[in-house]
Nanobody, 116 residues
Framework: QLQASGGGAVQVGGSLKLSCFAP????????MGWYRQAPGKQRELVAS???????KYADSMDDRFFIFRDNGKHTVYLGMNSLKPEDTATYSC????????????WGQGTQVTVSS
């Protein structure tokens, strides 16, 4: 349902842009967003964007991350700036069905590694 990409290894202060592509389009999705999970830590919500474009971010993102949605390209992006070692994690995108908000679709994870 969803194809995540864009992860990689960067140094502290670097930037990455993650992409979450929906081959079948995004018309069937409401809110979309990104979670991350670091080794030994709980999964945490990074950012989300509603069908109408309203965004939410975790407090720990400190305005370094931004999420945007290009419905024409069937893609949600997560831009990440000023990356820190603590941003190292596997990032996974998700999408909530507009027909049943208890149904959530997931993409595979993409690894982000930030080294000092």
């Amino acid at each position: 349902q969803l194809q995540a990409s864009g992860g990689g290894a960067v140094q502290v202060g670097g930037s990455l842009k993650l992409s979450c592509f929906a081959p079948g389009g995004v018309n069937g999705f409401g809110t979309m967003g990104w979670y991350r999970q670091a080794p030994g830590k709980q999964r945490e919500l990074v950012a989300s964007i509603s069908r109408g474009g309203a965004t939410k971010y975790a407090d720990s993102m400190d305005d370094r991350f931004f999420i945007f949605r290009d419905n024409g390209k069937h893609t949600v992006y997560l831009g990440m700036n000023s990356l820190k070692p603590e941003d190292t994690a596997t990032y996974s995108c998700y999408a909530v069905s507009i027909f049943n908000d208890r149904i959530k679709y997931w993409g595979q994870g993409t690894q982000v590694t930030v080294s000092s």
